[in-house]
Structures are given as structure tokens and as C-alpha cells.
């Protein structure tokens, strides 16, 4: 009886332990979706300020160590080198294999290494993942455009465009992918 109690116990204190954790999971996806709302109707000033908020909040894994990988791929990112940047990120991705940034910015690795097929693949999953990763979004386009698949590339935009409308490299790829399928089509 003794050993059932303490199991119990034991149990009960995880699934308490565990919706601690998670509680302020939540609260962060109720500022982020706040914050995603702003961006619709922000000014371009205002909007690129609510949209690295955004950033700032999708970088936060719930786990220091996760957010230190994270980190130290962005920072290898900046400094230059996009193979310690896969590296620290693939760690990043091994132990944390639900962090959505940390497949956005993979990609963003891979893709300065010219492997476009990974980095299709990662952004695949970050958008799985996150759906409203406007920067995952962005640079899935991008790709698109690349490879010659400009009506992708132009409906991908448009998504982009639908979540944070000021973003002027968005508009500026709309107007572009738009005259240049008005070109082939004359």
C-alpha cells in the first residue's frame, strides 16, 4: 500500500510539474497571437518593432539550454559561418525536435551552404510547426522564386503579405512575381 501510495504520488506530482511548465507556454501563445493581430494594422515603424517581438518570443524553446544553441546558431549565422551555425542548430533540432525556430534558422544554415533540399525540408517542418512563421514563410518563397516557380513563389508572398502587410521586401516581391507573370502572359 506504501509503494502504490508513493507511485501515486509520484504521478501526481509530474502531471503537476508538467502543467507548470506548460502554463506559461500558453500565456506566450496569447501574447504572440496579440501581437500577431498588431501586426495586421500596424505603420511599417511600429510593425517591424511588433514583428522582432514576435521573433524574440518564437526564440524562446522553454528551455535555457535550447534558447543557447539557438543562440549560438544565430550568432554563427551573423558572424559568417553557416556550417558551426547547422551544427549548433541539428543539436538544437536533436534535442528539441518541436522548436520551430530552430528549424527556420536550419534552413537559413542550410541554404547559405547551398543545400537548398534541406532547407526546403526544414522549412517544411517549421511551418508545420508554426504555420504563422512569416520569416519561414518568406524564405520558403524566396526558394520558390529561385527555382522558377513564380506563381508559388507569388501565392507564398501573398501569405507572408497577409500576416504582416508592411513588410516592404514582401510587397516589393508581390509587385515584382506580378509583373512578371503579366509579362508571360502576354
Known amino acids: 500500500m506504501i509503494l502504490r501510495t508513493f507511485h501515486f504520488k ?21 501574447r504572440i497571437d496579440d501581437l500577431l493581430s498588431q501586426l495586421k494594422e500596424a505603420e511599417p515603424g511600429m510593425a517591424e518593432r511588433i514583428a522582432t517581438e514576435i521573433q524574440t ?42 522548436f520551430a525556430e530552430a528549424y527556420s534558422a536550419r534552413a537559413n544554415a542550410y541554404y547559405r551552404l547551398g543545400l537548398v533540399g534541406p532547407a526546403i525540408e526544414d522549412l517544411r517542418v517549421a511551418l508545420i510547426l508554426n504555420p504563422q512563421n512569416f520569416y519561414a514563410l518568406r524564405g520558403f518563397g524566396v526558394l520558390l522564386d529561385e527555382m522558377g516557380r513564380t506563381e508559388d513563389a507569388l501565392a507564398i508572398f501573398r501569405q507572408v503579405h497577409d500576416i504582416y502587410p508592411s513588410d516592404p521586401g514582401t510587397a516589393e516581391a508581390i509587385d515584382r512575381l506580378e509583373r512578371m507573370l503579366e509579362g508571360q502572359a502576354l
Not at 504521478?11 to 501563445?29: C, K, M, N, Y
Not at 535555457?64 to 551573423?78: C, I, T, V, Y
Open 10 to 30: 509520484c504521478i501526481v506530482a509530474a502531471l503537476l510539474l508538467s502543467w507548470g511548465i506548460s502554463t506559461p507556454v500558453l500565456a506566450d501563445q496569447a
Open 57 to 98: 518570443e518564437w526564440s524562446k524553446s522553454g528551455s535555457p539550454a535550447m534558447d543557447l544553441l539557438l543562440r549560438r546558431g544565430q550568432d554563427a549565422l551573423e558572424a559568417g559561418d553557416p556550417g558551426l551555425a547547422a551544427e549548433h542548430l541539428t543539436a538544437t533540432i536533436d534535442h528539441a525536435p518541436d
